[in-house]
T-cell receptor, first 111, second 114 residues
């Protein structure tokens, strides 16, 4: 079945770059997503990438997709304390009806 | 414009009682989803509605869980005879159309069963 794996924790210092990694299983996934969840809040869509792309950049965010290895990464440049949150990677399920989420990576940014 | 709205934001109930959780999707969004987020368990898909099609209920964990969507807009998730393991944050999301439109989430309802 579909599965999405992420490392659970990442700790960086303010101003450094953060790289959050994700692996997925369904090679037919057409879109892959990154969501951010701050404490007590719902999930905020950060960015998504279509499967025929290798890279997508949006301000401080860079998404890299390696379809061969089924590996997705999110790079946050110049990480700020306000970036501290849980980051979820997600792929569309085979039926195309719902997103399958990883367990989330908790990013902790220290000043 | 307004985002996905969920109510109540918090609900405490006694074991064995029924609860209803409400979701008001973004206007014009045809697809609506319910997810459950439990501590340490990540996000679990529960049910999906698209227009007038039959919902995809494949994620509902037991027959105590049901959901409906009236008039293609507001949805309610009902949990009957609640159990302590039902304690979680229940998140609703909507998307403009199914199949590849980004999901927009509400802030969730935190359910605590005592």
């Amino acid at each position: 079945g579909e599965d999405v794996e992420q490392s659970l924790f990442l700790s960086v210092r303010e101003g450094d770059s953060s790289v959050i990694n994700c692996t997925y299983t369904d090679s037919s996934s057409t879109y892959l997503y990154w969501y951010k969840q701050e404490p007590g809040a719902g999930l905020q869509l950060l960015t998504y990438i279509f499967s025929n792309m290798d890279m997508k950049q949006d301000q401080r965010l860079t998404v890299l997709l390696n379809k061969k290895d089924k590996h997705l990464s999110l790079r946050i440049a110049d990480t700020q304390t306000g970036d501290s949150a849980i980051y979820f990677c997600a792929e569309l399920n085979q039926a195309g009806t719902a997103l399958i989420f990883g367990k989330g990576t908790t990013l902790s940014v220290s000043s | 414009g307004a985002g996905v709205s969920q109510s109540p934001s918090n609900k405490v109930t006694e074991k064995g009682k029924d609860v209803e959780l409400r979701c008001d999707p973004i206007s014009g969004h045809t697809a609506l989803y319910w997810y459950r987020q439990s501590l340490g368990q990540g996000l679990e898909f529960l049910i999906y509605f698209q227009g007038n099609s039959a919902p995809d209920k494949s994620g509902l964990p037991s027959d105590r869980f049901s959901a409906e969507r009236t008039g293609g807009s507001v949805s309610t998730l009902t949990i009957q005879r609640t159990q302590q393991e039902d304690s979680a944050v229940y998140l609703c999301a909507s998307s403009l159309e199914p199949y590849n439109s980004p999901l927009h989430f509400g802030n969730g309802t935190r359910l605590t069963v005592t």
